[in-house]
Each structure stands twice: as structure tokens, then as C-alpha cells.
């Protein structure tokens, strides 16, 4: 199969005008993507980047950023993106541990010892190889299939994030098959690129560009604003938007009564409910479902006719359901699901015991090794396949992998912690969180507050208690099930400085995000909110007070005294509107 170099030089020499990147006020034509990726490769060679080596990308979300990624490529290297939004503690040891040769940044963060830094507009200066470099030469022809492409970090069961190697291979059998299946259209799209660029939904967004396809970049300033990210989909009619369920319905409302895009739903279950919305709204989806070592997606199904199913395995893909012997189980009995084929990545960065464990001989093809997901499923009535749990600790929330161990582990780390616990809880349907367990002389804030300089976003837990001993099973091991149901701390309307209307406002936001001593002038998000947790404010006072009231009303307010200003006029308004409906976009033909 084609490298998606190669057909990114076909684009260019077919296409030189047409548009490749749009980010912001920023628009790159085929003819500048190229002369740009272009410099900043050689000046990677330059500075003695070649085959196999591994770059780090720290960018903001800019058109810098997918420059970035392909010069990279050009340059015959690996990228490892370094999410600007992740602590430094955690930049440093992803740095260390992939062995950068080279780093791309616009500030000069993360700081690596001996590791040149090149700005995004670098280019070759003619001044040669550094002393104890090795010369890089002219850019590489032709890519091996087996040459890394890119190395992305996940959440590691031993508090150790683990670097997911994928070949260049990978990458273009990712794109033919999504092809081949009907995902992609054949004439070119316009993409919203909307995943962080070190979580691996990222690749199947952003290299459409080198097969023709415009890649909308969306920005920090508008992923976090549903109502924004609607106002920019319509304005760059944009055909293609990937996400996950849970951001699906942040975006609900705000796309309502307009043209949706297809949309591509992976990272985690789509919900029921979510389903059947799209399948009877005749909204053009897919539900996709992969893990990072076989390079984003695996299987695939559009999002109509019965519930929630995962569908059947994009062409290449090897798809086993088997017990603990590696046998075949029959039809409505539960297996792991193991996946093979031309998407596997190479394994972990610098763990071959690790890799040896989760990617092993495929008893079916000869010489050929599968990956054990971990997941299991079943094949339900009409043959469907069912996603059914895990076999291990492993959840996901808001798209993310996040092992429970690391969470842990990290919170043990912190001084005066004796032992921690992680589970999951679900103070609402569908709202999922990270609950964690301390013993130990702490408090539950100056612990959230330390986590957050040490880990993502993503694995702070929401609410953290602080018990005298953890409950202990007659083996001696914490006894997850026997750990108490997190207890939300309301705040009183006496805390909050206000009673009546604006107490149940504030009382919703202290049951939800688990504070006391609410003020004001409290912002909604710098006291942990999250999407999830916005909605759910959202749906306790519309089911409480019958109202009109949508989720742009929380993300509008700047802090508590203000939307509760707006809910108060949405009482005076009187009762709520019915869920507004959807809008399918046209099918192409052919599609």
C-alpha cells in the first residue's frame, strides 16, 4: 500500500491551490503545506535527524501543529506529540523516556539536556551537523512500512506511562481501509480535527491531509465552547467531525436545527439513548472502536438499525473472540477480543516484556502475532457484535484510556499518603467519574490541588476521600466493592450567601462537583467542573424547577452570581422546551 507521503506529493503536484489547512486566521494551500514541511525537514536533517529517530512536537493548535508532524515524517522520523496542557513533571519523563533527537517548540518547552530545539518556521541554515551528530543528508525518498511514525503515550497499570510505537505501515493501512469501508468519502472532505494531538483519534484526523482532504484545525478557544464549535462547522461547511459520545452532547444543542456533519464516535461506548437519537434523527454516523496499539480503529459500524453494536473489522483486520486457552468461543458466549492484521504497532517503547505479554502468536495465521485488547464481547443475536467490559482496570472516561493503577499510584506518591485506592463511580447516568481513597494525614484538597502538577486533567479524580483504613478483603487486598459511595458536600445556601432560588443553584452546583463553602464570584470550571459535570447542573435544575435552560447558559456565565442571574430569568420565562431536534445532513451519493 501507498505511503501517505507519497500520496500527500500527488496531492500537491495534482492540487498546489487547493486549500490543506485551516487554523484560526491561518489558510495553507497544497503548495505552501509543502514548501513549509519541506524546510522544516531539512532543517531537522540538518541537526542529524534520520530513519527511526523520534522528535518530540510541542505545540498549541495552530497550523505549526500539523506542519509539524509531517516535516517530521519527511525528515524520515518518528513524532511524539507533548500536549502543552500536560504537567511538566509529566513532559519530562514522556522526553526522557522516548530519547528524543530532536524537539519542535515554539517556547522551548519541555527543556531536554543536548536535544537541539527547533521552532515550527526552521529551516535548513547551511551551518551543518552539531559535533557528535550524524549527518541527515537530503530528505529520504521512500519510507519502509516499518518505519515508526509516531510514538503516543497511554495510561500505564504500574503508575509508568507506556509509549505505543506505530509503523508508517499502520498508518497507511489505517487510511486505505477507512476507504475501502465506505468511511471516507471519495471526493475530498473538510475535516474538524478536533482530538488532542496525543490522544491517537488524532491520526485518523489529521493525515486526511495527505490524502487530499482539508483539515479544519479547531482550537483550545473553541473545543471548549460548544456553541463556537458549531458557529466554525457551519462556517467552513465541514463534512467529517470526529468525537466522543460524551462530547457529542455538549455539541447536541448547539447543532440542533443544523446540517451535522458525519460523525466518526469512538473512545468510548455510545450510550443507548445516544444511539437511538442518531439512528431514528437519520444522522449520518459510525461507531468506531480500536485501541492505540492497532492504530486507532479496528471495527466499525453506522450508527442505525438496532442498539449498540460494534460492528465488523475494516478490511485486513483479523477479529478473534477467544477464551482463556485461545480458543474460539461460539456465537452469545463471552471472549477477549484479540485483533491482527496491518495495524498493529511495533509494541512499547523500551518494554519488551510487556510487549511480549500483550501482543502474541496468532494461532489462526502462522508467524503472525495478534494484540490482546482486553476487552470483552460476544457475538449477540443477528451475529452483532456486543461490547460487554474489561477484563482488567482499565476504564474509559471522556475518551480517555485511564488505567486505575496509575491513578493510584500517583496519589501514593504524594507525602503523608499511606495507601490509595481508585474506582469509578456514577453519581448520574452517564456521568462516570474517578473517585479516589486515601489513608493518611491529608486533606482531600491540598491532595486534588498537588495531583493536578503531577498527572492530566483526566486522572485527577473528581472527589477524593480521606478513611481511616481502607477496607481489606480476607486475602489481605483492598476490597474495591466495600469502599464507600463518595459523599457530594452540598454547600448551604448560608455558605453560598444567598437563599431560596439562588440556594438551589448553588446547592446543584455543590452536589455535583463535590465542594462546600461556594461563593459568588466561584467559576464553574477552576472548581473541577468538567463537560460531563455541566450537563448534569444543567438537567438537575431543568427536571427541579421545570425551566428552559441550556448548556451554553453554564458555559456562557462567568461565575456562579451570573448564571444564577440566568436561571432566575429562565423561572420567569416560565416551563421548558421539549429537547430541540436533529438534523440530518444529505447523504452524498455514493456514500
Known sequence: MTDLLDRLRDTVAAHPGRTAVLAGADRLDFAELDRRTAALARALRERGVGRGDRVGVHLARTADLPVALLAVWRAGAAYVPLDPAYPAERLAHMAADARLAALISAD???????????RPDAAADGLGVPPGRRAGGELPDHAHPLDPAYVIYTSGSTGRPKGVEVPRGAVAALVTALEASGAYRAEPG????????SFDASVQQWARICRGDTVLVIGEEHRADPARVAALLAEHAVTDLDLTPSHWELLREPLAGARVPRLFMGGE??????WRELAD?????LNLYGPTECTVDAVTAPI???????????????????????????????????LAGPGLAHGYLGRPALTAERFVADPVAAGERMYRTGDQARRGEGGRLEYVGRVDRQVKLRGYRVELGEVEHALA?????????????????????????????VTAAELTERLRATVPAHLVPSVITVLDALPLTPNGKVDLAALPVPA????????????????????????VLGVTGLRPTDDFFSLGGHSIAALRVVHLLRRRLGIELQLRHLLDSADLAAFTATVERAVAAGTAAPRPALTARARAAGA
Open 488 to 511: 457530594p458536600a452540598a454547600a448551604s445556601a448560608a455558605e453560598s450567601g444567598a437563599g431560596g432560588l439562588a440556594g438551589q443553584v448553588a446547592e446543584v452546583w455543590g452536589t
Open 108 to 118: 522551548g518547552l519541555p527543556a531536554a539536556d543536548g536535544v537541539p530545539v527547533l
Open 413 to 441: 506518591r504524594l507525602a503523608g499518603v499511606r495507601a490509595a485506592a481508585v474506582t469509578v463511580h456514577e453519581p448520574a447516568p452517564g456521568d462516570r467519574r474517578l473517585a479516589g481513597y486515601v489513608t493518611g494525614a
Open 269 to 274: 461506548a455510545v450510550p443507548e439513548r445516544t
Open 190 to 197: 473538510v475535516v474538524g480535527w478536533n482530538a488532542s494531538v
Open 304 to 338: 442505525s438499525g438496532p442498539g449498540p453494536h460494534l460492528g465488523e473489522p475494516l478490511p485486513g483486520v483479523r477479529l478473534h473472540l477467544l477464551d482463556e486457552k485461545l480458543a474460539p468461543v461460539p456465537d452469545g458466549v463471552v471472549g477477549e477480543l484479540y
Open 281 to 285: 434523527g437519520g444522522v449520518d454516523a
